[in-house]
């Protein structure tokens, strides 16, 4: 699978983000809770490198939780100072407030000592569409005046913006990466809503989801559309190719909410909406797609 979509305001912010960064003291680099690696822009991890970074796991409250402690330790073992946050409630938020300043704090006091009392630490915030990047923002500053909205990309415009008398932070436009060349990553951006569904086929997608689901996170899969782990296990031995078997079971999860046109035949479209959009919301459960790989002990 090798995925375009680059569209050319992103290829602009990239080039405005490289400019930016000379005049900012600390990245705080937004990443999904769910999907920790595939959400990191690999172009602004190359970029960032050089500076001080603060890594914040926002939609914790869609993950499993355990996992977002595991996740924690794995960035705290590469050096990276992590936070979970939920945009939406505002946990995590003062935890990220403060473990900035804590960043920051020698070199504060190295330009205190030089005589640059109330110099304000400036942030740049970065992440890719759909992260949760402006509701972050809003919460961060206490205001409802950052774009938010439903589509990838929302936020257009560069801003500066007061957090406290500390810190003041720059906004940046969710930026993506030129290609996926990774099938996993395009599928768990897809599973999350970075990638639109013109990029990729709707019913292809929640056929994927509903496939690692099956595998990984099957009792929260039955619980939600009231389908026994035993009527599923039968499926799967089915003799037929497990693609049938595993499009049979979506079709299932379909036919459960309703979703039966004309001939009593299910909706696929509608099917897979459903799953897409559960999942998304949390409504199956808290799951999370990507595990640490390593000892995060």
């Not at 990309?153 to 290609?179: A, F, Y």
């Not at 949390?282 to 797609?289: D, F, M, V």
Request: proline content about 3%.
């Amino acid at each position: 699978m090798n995925i375009n979509w680059y569209p050319g305001h992103m290829a602009k912010t990239r080039r405005q983000i490289e400019a930016d960064l000379k005049i900012v003291d600390i990245v705080i680099e937004l990443l999904d809770a769910r999907i920790p690696i595939s959400s990191q822009n690999p172009d602004i991890s190359s970029l960032t490198s050089k500076k001080k970074k603060i890594v914040v796991l926002n939609k914790c409250d869609l993950a499993d939780e355990k996992k977002n402690q595991l996740w924690i330790k794995y960035f705290e073992k590469k050096g990276i100072p992590a936070v979970l946050t939920n945009s939406n409630s505002g946990k995590g938020i003062d935890q990220c407030i403060r473990k900035i300043e804590e960043i920051m704090s020698v070199d504060l006091q190295e330009q205190a000592d030089k005589g640059r009392i109330g110099r304000r630490i400036r942030a740049m915030i970065l992440g890719i569409p759909n992260v949760g990047k402006s509701s972050f923002i809003n919460r961060i500053s206490k205001r409802t005046t950052a774009g938010v909205g439903n589509k990838p990309g929302v936020t257009k415009q560069k801003q500066w913006i007061r957090i406290n008398d500390k810190i003041e932070l720059l906004d940046t436009p969710g930026v993506l990466w030129p290609k996926f060349e990774s099938e996993e990553v395009a599928l768990n951006l897809a599973f999350t809503g970075t990638i639109k569904d013109d990029i990729l086929e709707r019913v292809d997608i929640a056929y994927y989801l509903t496939k690692f689901l099956i595998e990984n996170d099957r009792d929260k899969l039955c619980e939600r559309y009231k389908i026994s782990e035993e009527w599923i296990a039968e499926k799967l031995a089915q003799e037929q190719p497990e693609n049938e078997n595993i499009y049979e079971i979506m079709l299932e999860i379909g036919r459960k909410r309703g979703c039966i046109i004309a001939g009593g035949n299910i909706d696929e479209e509608k099917t897979a909406r459903i799953i897409l959009d559960e999942f998304k919301n949390g409504i199956i459960g808290k799951i999370t797609i990507e595990c640490p790989i390593g000892d995060v002990s």
